[in-house]
């Protein structure tokens, strides 16, 4: 039995992880990463890194490699490779499953800002704030880059491109942040506004309290929905579980 798991995410490794240690011995489990990171944490498992070449070059990947079920781990902002994968799996006939982590949900004493896109985002900030933490990564930072006259703290994994905003601070980390640390930041920046994607999870869930607590408004990007039609787990456990009875091997 052959899985290919399209990872990139702290819940695909784990997954990884599950496949490799509970499916029957001989089972290949092959998490795919999209190369967009430098230096990314590889999963167990066999890992090879690049894309497919759209909807067509996934299923014919399918394929030749025998692949007997596919899971879509990647990040819930991922909308164009979600729907490669089920166009893929669709046209090779193979079973997919999709992992994703539960979105955020607001809570008493938050000021949430909901929209639609990063441009919807960029539009409403002027009303809401002067300095800005954009916690919505590396790309797409040229939504933002319009004559504003706002001040941005941007931070990402690797090093930003151009465009992006002519008052922009960059801060290179990778999560998991801390409740202590996201309130430093706030503090040390004069942060009074915060922009972020509904990425959910708990890795980057600490700004949205610091948020809170420090009383400034947040701008939550909406993550894309799943194409229709397709199963989708909450956990790795999930998947592992609905994996399992897809294939007719209930464990």
């Given at each position: 039995?052959?899985?290919?798991?399209?990872?990139?995410?702290?819940?695909?490794r784990?997954?990884?992880?599950?496949?490799?240690?509970?499916?029957?011995?001989?089972?290949?489990?092959?998490?795919?990463?999209?190369?967009?990171?430098?230096?990314?944490?590889?999963?167990?498992?066999?890992?090879?890194?690049?894309?497919?070449?759209?909807?067509?070059?996934?299923?014919?990947?399918?394929?030749?490699?025998?692949?007997?079920?596919?899971?879509?781990?990647?990040?819930?902002?991922a909308?164009?490779?979600?729907?490669?994968?089920?166009?893929?799996?669709?046209?090779?006939?193979?079973?997919?499953?999709?992992?994703?982590?539960?979105?955020?949900?607001?809570?008493?004493?938050?000021?949430?800002?909901?929209?639609?896109?990063?441009?919807?985002?960029?539009?409403?900030?002027?009303?809401?704030?002067?300095?800005?933490?954009?916690?919505?990564?590396?790309?797409?930072?040229?939504?933002?880059?319009?004559?504003?006259?706002?001040?941005?703290?941007?931070?990402?994994?690797?090093?930003?491109?151009?465009?992006?905003?002519?008052?922009?601070?960059?801060?290179?980390?990778?999560?998991?942040?801390?409740?202590?640390?996201?309130?430093?930041?706030?503090?040390?920046?004069?942060i009074?506004?915060?922009?972020?994607?509904?990425?959910?999870?708990?890795a980057?869930?600490?700004?949205?309290a610091?948020?809170?607590?420090?009383?400034?408004?947040?701008?939550?990007?909406?993550?894309?929905?799943?194409?229709?039609?397709?199963?989708?787990?909450?956990?790795?456990?999930?998947?592992?579980?609905?994996?399992?009875?897809?294939?007719?091997?209930?464990?």
């Amino acid at each position: 039995m052959h899985v290919l798991v399209l990872g990139g995410t702290t819940e695909a490794r784990r997954l990884a992880g599950l496949l490799v240690a509970e499916l029957p011995e001989g089972t290949r489990v092959t998490s795919s990463l999209a190369g967009r990171v430098a230096g990314p944490r590889l999963p167990p498992g066999e890992v090879r890194i690049g894309g497919f070449g759209g909807a067509g070059g996934l299923a014919a990947w399918l394929r030749t490699h025998r692949v007997d079920a596919l899971i879509d781990a990647t990040h819930p902002f991922a909308g164009t490779i979600s729907f490669h994968a089920a166009a893929g799996a669709a046209a090779a006939h193979v079973p997919l499953l999709a992992l994703r982590r539960p979105g955020w949900v607001p809570g008493a004493g938050d000021d949430w800002y909901p929209v639609a896109s990063l441009e919807e985002a960029a539009a409403v900030l002027p009303a809401l704030g002067r300095r800005v933490f954009l916690t919505t990564g590396r790309l797409g930072l040229a939504a933002f880059a319009g004559p504003n006259g706002l001040w941005f703290l941007s931070r990402s994994v690797d090093a930003p491109e151009p465009p992006y905003p002519a008052r922009m601070e960059t801060l290179r980390d990778r999560g998991p942040f801390t409740l202590e640390g996201e309130r430093e930041l706030i503090r040390r920046h004069r942060i009074d506004v915060l922009v972020t994607k509904d990425s959910g999870g708990a890795a980057t869930a600490p700004k949205l309290a610091a948020a809170r607590e420090a009383r400034i408004p947040v701008v939550v990007v909406r993550r894309p929905p799943v194409p229709e039609g397709v199963t989708v787990a909450g956990t790795p456990e999930e998947a592992v579980s609905r994996l399992r009875a897809q294939l007719g091997h209930p464990g």
